[in-house]
């Protein structure tokens, strides 16, 4: 069966530190998103991909660059991580307009 | 950005009760979707909803999108323990746009 997974599930990592989250999906599909969740905002988009080649931001950007190298995959890196990147991040990928958009699981990144 | 104004914020009911939640914007929008999250979970897609006016029903639970497609709600019959989570609204055009989410606990 298809999929989007991300790893890892759990990090913590020091201030200042460079962090890249994976994400992965087998739906072949062209759209790829990454969000940050956090308590009283809700999902916030950071950065979205149409395709292979293709990166665009987010209202929350800053801090945090993505690469598609492939359709599959859409890492997120945090350049310097901050604590108040302290978040659970999700990643999702969708087909055309008005389909559903499949989440991972999500990764709880902790920054001290 | 098309904000999405979701309310209640936070809704804790009896089992049995009936609910409705809902999702507004002063935009207007070619379609709106809503998902449910639980806990340690992504998102999940229960609906969308694309013609003014539509309604759909997936079980015991009734979708309205307005008829100026500016607003939707989400109706609860007889809510049941398992319909505990975090109902989101979104938009979808070229990318998607959540509101903030109402979060939901029926109490056995």
């Known amino acids: 069966d298809a999929e989007i997974t991300q790893s890892p599930r759990h990090k913590i990592t020091e201030t200042g530190r460079q962090v890249t989250l994976a994400c992965h999906q087998t739906w072949n599909h062209n759209n790829m998103f990454w969000y940050r969740q956090d308590l009283g905002h809700g999902l916030r988009l950071i950065h979205y991909?149409?395709?292979?080649?293709?990166?665009n931001k987010g209202e929350v950007s800053d801090g945090y660059s993505v690469s598609r190298s492939n359709t599959e995959d859409l890492p997120l890196t945090l350049e310097s991580a901050a604590s108040s990147q302290t978040s659970v991040y999700f990643c999702?990928?969708?087909?055309?307009?008005?389909?559903?958009?499949?989440f991972g699981q999500g990764t709880r990144l902790t920054v001290v | 950005t098309q904000l999405l104004e979701q309310s209640p914020q936070f809704l804790s009911i009896q089992e049995g009760e009936n609910l409705t939640v809902y999702c507004n914007s002063s935009?207007?929008?070619?379609?709106l979707q809503w998902y449910r999250q639980e806990p340690g979970e992504g998102p999940v897609l229960l609906v969308t909803?694309?013609?003014?006016?539509e309604v759909k029903k997936l079980k015991r639970l009734t979708f309205q999108f307005g008829d100026a497609r500016k607003d939707s709600s989400l109706h609860i019959t007889a809510a049941q323990p398992g319909d505990t989570g975090l109902y989101l609204c979104?938009?979808?055009?070229?990318?998607?746009?959540f509101g903030k989410g109402t979060r939901l606990h029926i109490l056995p």
């Open positions: 909803v694309v013609t003014g006016g």
């Open positions: 991909s149409y395709g292979v080649q293709d990166t």
């Open positions: 935009s207007v929008f070619s379609s």
């Open positions: 979104a938009h979808r055009d070229d990318k998607i746009i």
């Open positions: 999702a990928s969708s087909g055309d307009l008005n389909t559903e958009a499949f």
